[in-house]
């Protein structure tokens, strides 16, 4: 018996079926690659029907595609307790899987192979899952994998037994007369049977008393099951022991496996599990791409919700602006306590009439640029308090739009906190704005013999965030081209105001782009490579 690292390099092997190997390989490639990162009610179902598909195609269907001479894989996989490793030690008689009571009971898998073998299988992956071991006791043309436990205590076991079984050749169900009744088995069985997997079943240490009562309500089970045709063998309790079993108790079993190691039987089963892999691999490979296609939906429908939710609030803040609203409150306050008469304003709400009042007037024109001048920045705080108040209801409603659902939640997550690009936007949109009205107002200042150029961009300003006394002095010191300016910059002011308020987007679909959505080519190149295998389904 010799004992090898867990896998090898090795030159050997026959031509692969390059067309078939290279379509395979093309659909493996789609499936590792598709990610599915949107947490869509069938994303988790479907993630882990991708792995366990990956997984057969990567370690079961290209490996015996590129080496069809490579000896048949049986696994022997049950639940805990079932007698695997004494059955696989039994068959060679010699230890060569350490059987245990403590659970897991099989800890490491084993896989054992003629040392004429051992190079046919050097480069399959299940090299990189088990122990290989040489025993010339095994059959030429039959490699045996003793698994770990189906039901086994230990997650990574419980996983490692079910990729074992997807490159499975054939399996061979081992249970006992107290276990065989457990849902666990049953459904990887019925599934492994659904992509195509022979199959078999060892009822290992029956109490002879209950022999006949336990094989016909197992025989039952199994056809009730669609399994009436499958091979069964009954090796009875032997009662405790240690090492092999006596050699007439699995003589039946291991002459079955001698007889697979022929040369036509062994590819019959890998032509007959190989061929029965295709439809469902084809049904599987759908089913991923009808997944990737509710993804490119659902991201769709994501960023249209992302958008329609600052929708509503883009336009109200458009419309209040566009009403006057900036004017309300502080600096309407600020105007009417510094125009009313003898208010330093005070003679742009009246203009005044007579030498006296001219002169008073003419006295007061510094006070009424400094007046113009201090209302002109409470207009501008007003503006930035509506616009981010605007805004700040927009990243609400955008909010409110994904909580409570996978993928939004999925948004909120990867959303940069803190409010820095907020406020960096309303600083350069009131950059912007102050450059826009002071260069409109230089093209007035001709118009005005007794404002100064300062307070011509001032009163402008004022008159356009919606102040009507402002707004009438226009009419009065700057004449109809005053008033469009004020309008124009009031409706430039709007449209700003609800594009501010549609920025908020920004960051949200910023957040969905981060999470790097699968391209709607994945789907489309998975689905052409179903079609591929509709040949060989």
């Not at 050097?122 to 490699?143: K, Q, S, Y």
């Not at 994998?145 to 169900?173: C, K, T």
Request: glycine share 10%; proline share 5%; hydrophobic share 45%.
């Amino acid at each position: 018996m010799t004992v090898s690292p867990a896998a090898q390099p090795s030159s050997g092997g026959v031509s692969p079926r390059l067309p078939m190997v290279e379509m395979v390989e093309h659909l493996l490639a789609g499936l590792s690659g598709a990610r599915l990162v949107l947490d869509t009610p069938d994303a988790a179902a479907t993630r882990e029907r991708r792995e366990r598909v990956a997984s057969q195609v990567r370690n079961h269907l290209l490996p015996r595609l590129r080496q069809v001479s490579a000896p048949v894989i049986v696994v022997l996989g049950g639940p805990t307790g079932a007698g695997k490793s004494t059955l696989v030690n039994s068959v060679l008689g010699d230890d060569v899987s350490a059987a245990g009571v403590l659970r897991p009971t099989t800890k490491e898998p084993i896989l054992v192979a003629h040392p004429k073998d051992a190079e046919l299988l050097a480069d399959h992956p299940v090299l990189g899952l088990a122990r290989l071991v040489e025993h010339e006791r095994v059959t030429r043309g039959v490699a045996i994998l003793d698994a770990p436990d189906l039901d086994s205590v230990s997650d990574a076991n419980r996983a490692l037994a079910g990729e074992l079984v997807e490159l499975a050749d054939l399996w061979v169900f081992v249970t006992t007369g107290s276990r065989y009744g457990d849902a666990v088995p049953w459904t990887r069985l019925t599934e492994a049977d659904e992509r195509g997997v022979s199959l078999a079943v060892v009822l290992n240490r029956v109490d002879p008393a209950a022999l006949v009562a336990v094989r016909g309500d197992l025989f039952g089970r199994m056809n009730e099951h669609g399994f009436g045709n499958v091979p069964y063998f009954v090796i009875a309790d032997v009662g405790p022991h240690e090492g092999v079993l006596p050699t007439g108790r699995v003589a039946e079993f291991a002459g079955w496996l001698e007889v697979l190691g022929r040369g036509a039987q062994s590819r019959s089963i890998i032509a007959r599990t190989v061929r029965g892999a295709w439809p469902a691999l084809r049904q599987d490979v759908l089913a991923v791409a009808g997944a990737l296609e509710v993804q490119r939906r659902t991201h769709l429908s994501l960023t249209n919700e992302i958008g329609a939710a600052t929708a509503g609030v883009g336009r109200r803040a458009r419309d209040d602006v566009r009403a006057g609203a900036i004017g309300y409150g502080a600096p309407t306050t600020t105007w009417l306590a510094a125009a009313t008469s003898g208010g330093p304003l005070a003679a742009l709400a009246n203009p005044p009439r007579g030498a006296f009042e001219h002169w008073r007037a003419r006295r007061s024109a510094q006070a009424r640029a400094a007046a113009l001048a201090a209302l002109r920045r409470t207009c501008d705080q007003a503006a930035r308090d509506l616009l981010t108040d605007a805004a700040g209801r927009g990243a609400r409603a955008i909010r409110d739009a994904l909580v409570g659902t996978g993928p939004g939640e999925q948004v909120l997550g990867r959303l940069r906190r803190g409010g820095t690009e907020r406020e960096a936007r309303m600083r350069t949109l009131l950059t912007e704005w102050t450059a826009q009205v002071d260069g409109r107002a230089r093209d007035l200042v001709s118009r005005s013999e007794t404002l100064p150029p300062a307070s011509v961009a001032d009163l402008v300003a004022v008159a356009a965030v919606g102040l009507d006394g402002p707004r009438r002095a226009v009419g009065r010191y700057l004449g109809d081209a005053g008033l469009d300016v004020v309008d124009e910059l009031r409706g430039e002011l709007a449209e700003w105001a609800e594009a501010t308020v549609r920025a908020e987007a920004e960051a949200y679909l910023e957040a969905l782009d981060s999470l790097d959505v699968d391209d709607p080519s994945a789907a489309t190149s998975l689905r052409l490579r179903a079609s591929e295998l509709k040949g060989f389904a």
